[in-house]
């Protein structure tokens, strides 16, 4: 046997690091439909929806990706939270959560550590679930029906209280559960917290669906402020979502979808007639584990170069 194209190799591996190079694409919003039991996944540039995943889903709420980029969905209706796979825009699911302290979970965050943390609606609690021993935990609890939360990178994790009890109000969690100083903190306006997200610099965005503007404060600071007021064609605001890789802040509002840059500037508007009711949002990181194209060159050579070996092996031996 004779490596007659040692160089095949090395072309193959260049042609697909080439291919690795330009994998800019698109973001895609993944948004939860509890009206229609449905996930979509909406191109952010075209505002398509590339596909819509509908089985096994009741009332559908917040989502989330965690370290890997698997998405982490509430399904409230069923008292569940659902993992899937995202592969090319379509959703497979892989595993069901579930456990007693699960009571109408309707919305999820990760910390940098993996763990996951999801507010129960119905008992005012957030539950925590740590997969390294696969257990279940009380994070949190007394919170009065909350809608949303969001962690920072220092592990911080923020609830945004139902406006339906009248008590509009953010509470500050440091990791290990204690509050936060400061807080629960009142809004220092007659709004309604319902959505938050983490962004730049520990930028805490929370949605205000009675004003029906964006506020902020800077983690840990319990102090908060107006960031700035949405469009006159936003609709109730509700869940947000912060993308890292463009800085642009999504804002599910029912029937549409709205993005701005951090300056309140409306950069798009996404409606669709499938939209029945889409209160929850996530952003799919743009950044996958896949090697640097520079590694990628190296390693040709390198297969080039174990390739002339074994050939000069094989002709050894022929002769």
Do not use: H
């Amino acid at each position: 046997m004779k490596f007659r194209r040692p160089f095949a190799i090395v072309m193959t591996l260049l042609t697909c690091s080439s291919l690795w190079a330009n994998r800019a694409r698109a973001e895609e919003i993944f948004a939860t439909d509890s009206l229609n039991g449905s996930i979509y996944a909406i191109n952010s540039a075209t505002g398509n929806i590339d596909s819509t995943y509908s089985s096994g889903l009741s009332a559908p709420g917040g989502l989330a990706f965690n370290n890997q980029g698997d998405l982490f969905v509430a399904n409230s209706g069923s008292n569940s939270v659902l993992e899937f796979s995202v592969n090319n825009n379509a959703l497979t699911q892989i595993n069901s959560f579930t456990n007693s302290s699960l009571s109408g979970p309707n919305d999820i965050a990760f910390d940098s550590k993996g763990n996951m943390y999801v507010t129960n609606y119905s008992t005012g609690t957030v539950s925590e679930y740590n997969f390294t021993s696969a257990s279940w935990s009380t994070f949190a609890s007394g919170l009065s029906t909350p809608t949303s939360l969001t962690v920072d990178s220092n592990g911080n994790v923020f609830v945004a209280a139902s406006p339906l009890t009248g008590n509009n109000a953010l509470f500050g969690f440091n990791s290990s559960g204690s509050a936060l100083s400061g807080f629960p903190t009142s809004l220092p306006f007659s709004g309604s917290p319902f959505g938050l997200a983490t962004g730049a610099n520990n930028t805490i965005f929370m949605s205000d669906n009675v004003n029906l503007a964006i506020d902020s404060l800077s983690s840990p600071s319990s102090t908060v402020s107006n960031a700035f007021s949405l469009s006159s064609t936003a609709l109730t605001p509700f869940g947000l979502a912060y993308s890292g890789a463009s800085s642009n802040l999504y804002v599910a509002e029912g029937t549409q979808i709205e993005a701005y840059n951090t300056s309140g500037t409306l950069l798009n508007t996404y409606s669709n007639s499938s939209f029945g009711n889409v209160q929850y949002l996530a952003v799919e990181p743009l950044t996958k584990t896949v090697p640097e194209p520079s590694s990628i060159v190296l390693l040709a050579i390198g297969a080039g170069g174990l390739c002339k070996v074994l050939r000069k092996r094989t002709q050894s031996t022929s002769a």
